[in-house]
């Protein structure tokens, strides 16, 4: 005789949906990224196989019910590890959202904002209960402040980090998208500066609006093993403190940043579970000492990082600052908060002139071309370089470096735009009616080295030491060649 499960162990699985999760005719139980999700009366919470509470619910169910064994063979009974991984697996089969229900999970109403006992309409003002058709997945570790009132400590952690009125302009913006969960801006928020110049007290604000549970604060091995992926699901705030960079993790850990901040979809390798695709939500915090040394291809990371530059003051450090700073935390979800609807409007411009010139310099240590000139070139508006024999050197050079090697013409287009008005590119006839391609503005500190040598000190090589514009530049041939590579007066080193 069959038990009662053998017979429609999938109908048993929906009288019991129907019975804990419908409501008003409305399911309150869906599966979405990889995991089920129940309403808890506040926000959609996480369910799993090791989840008590959704188990004692299992269970109390299953008692209401008669079971029968099988001639010869042990039922399966509702505790063991398989009946409960069997049930989830059922009841997710059941519960896949339609396409409206999965769009109100994927954006959810940015005008209500979840605190921890109560939402807040940004429009209106007011405080309202949670309601499950909000369809959040995740609710502040604060309640929003119910007055505008700003404490003294805040001017106090600016003057301590000697940030102006455009960096905490700047400050306040990066704040308001990450309490409102909103990865449109496509950028990574870099703090960088000293030790205790105020890095740390930043990050630890961020991470106190969502708790340590929405918080993925993921270490630079972020780069090995295949199921480092899964840390980032249901998170909203990605933080990596004291980033440290080598050849290792560079392109690994690039390659992650690069589908984070392009809203792409991320394939989740979980252990023991089918794989599925994520869209990650989470915000991207880093900081450090110093400016990262990121190698490897950054055509999409050029650009995208937004750099907050901290300065330790000649005042001794407050060491309660922090924790005074962690006590305003409502006001500083109401302030965010006020500020969203101005950052989104002026098209989430978080850059200031600081951040800037760290960029600059970030790319220019960044790409291997930029690198390469800078060097074993040198640019003056005289110099002139056959573009064939610099890229020749320039793939030597980044082949020690143990890097994508770019194309001829992207190398050329990398380095004209980087140095725009400075490098230049034209064609140089020859005696007897060839033409050879020139870069002007540039050439080689001497002909004929690698970058395996080291570099000599002395006068730099130009094969052609006029400019290719003016009508007395020399013909280079094999009769005159020893003239023409001659520079300053003394012989080539070769």
């Known amino acids: 005789m069959k038990t009662y499960f053998e017979q429609d162990f999938e109908g048993f ?15 309150e139980l869906f599966f979405l990224d990889g995991s089920l999700h129940y309403f808890n009366g506040t926000y959609y919470e996480t369910v799993n196989d090791a989840h008590r509470g959704f188990m004692a619910l299992v269970r109390e169910y299953v008692k209401t019910l008669s079971l029968t064994e099988k001639r010869g063979k042990p039922v399966l009974t509702p505790t063991s590890p398989s009946f409960y991984k069997n049930f989830l697996k059922t009841a997710a089969a059941l519960c896949v959202p339609s396409e409206n229900e999965l769009q109100s999970f994927r954006q959810p109403d ?6 921890k006992t109560k939402a807040y309409r940004i429009s209106t003002g007011q405080f309202e209960p949670h309601r499950r058709r909000n369809r959040n997945r995740y609710v502040l570790n604060y309640d929003v402040a119910e007055d505008d009132r700003e404490p003294e400590v805040w001017q106090e952690f600016f003057n301590a980090a000697q940030m102006g009125k455009e960096q905490q302009l700047s400050w306040w913006r990066q704040l308001s998208v990450i309490v409102m969960r909103d990865n449109r801006h496509h950028r990574i928020f870099y703090g960088i500066g000293n030790p205790r110049s105020g890095k740390g007290t930043t990050t630890a604000i961020a991470t ?13 091995s972020i780069s090995s093993g295949s199921h480092v992926a899964t840390v980032l699901v249901g998170k909203s705030l990605l933080t990596i403190n004291d980033m440290k960079f080598d050849k290792h993790v560079n392109n690994c850990f690039i390659q992650i940043l690069l589908n984070l901040i392009g809203e792409d979809a991320i394939t989740i390798n979980p252990k023991h579970k089918d794989m599925f695709d994520y869209y990650p939500e989470a915000n991207i915090m880093i900081t450090s000492n110093e400016i990262p040394n990121f190698r490897g291809n950054l055509s999409g990371l050029d650009g995208k990082i937004v750099f907050t530059v901290f300065q330790r003051g000649e005042k001794p450090v407050d060491l309660t600052l922090k924790k005074r700073m962690l006590d305003t935390m409502p006001y500083i979800i109401r302030k965010a908060i006020k500020m969203y609807p101005e950052t989104v409007e002026s098209g989430y411009d978080f850059d200031t002139e600081r951040g800037k010139i760290i960029r600059d310099q970030f790319a220019e240590s960044a790409s291997v071309c930029i690198r390469y000139i800078n060097e074993y070139c040198v640019l003056g508006k005289d110099f002139n370089d056959s573009s064939q024999d610099v890229y020749d050197e320039f793939v030597k050079y980044v082949f020690k470096q143990g890097e994508h090697k770019p194309t001829m013409t992207q190398f050329q287009n990398e380095i004209m735009t980087h140095f725009l008005g400075k490098i230049g590119k034209t064609r140089f006839n020859k005696r007897g009616g060839t033409k050879v391609m ?10 004929g080295k690698t970058v395996n040598d080291p570099v000599p000190k002395g006068p730099p090589y130009n094969p052609f030491p006029t400019r290719i514009d003016s009508p007395s530049t020399p013909r280079v041939d094999d009769e005159n060649e020893d003239e023409v590579y001659r520079c300053s007066g003394e012989d080539v080193p070769f």
């Not at 106190?208 to 630079?220: I, L, N």
């Not at 020139?438 to 002909?447: A, C, Q």
Request: hydrophobic share 40%.
């Open 13 to 27: 699985v929906s009288d019991f949906i129907d019975t804990h999760f419908v409501r008003d005719g409305e399911r």
């Open 110 to 115: 940015k005008d209500i904002v979840p605190g």
């Open 208 to 220: 106190e609006f969502f708790g340590k549970s929405g918080v993925a604060a993921v270490p630079r």
């Open 438 to 447: 020139v870069l002007t503005g540039l050439h080689r500190i001497w002909r």
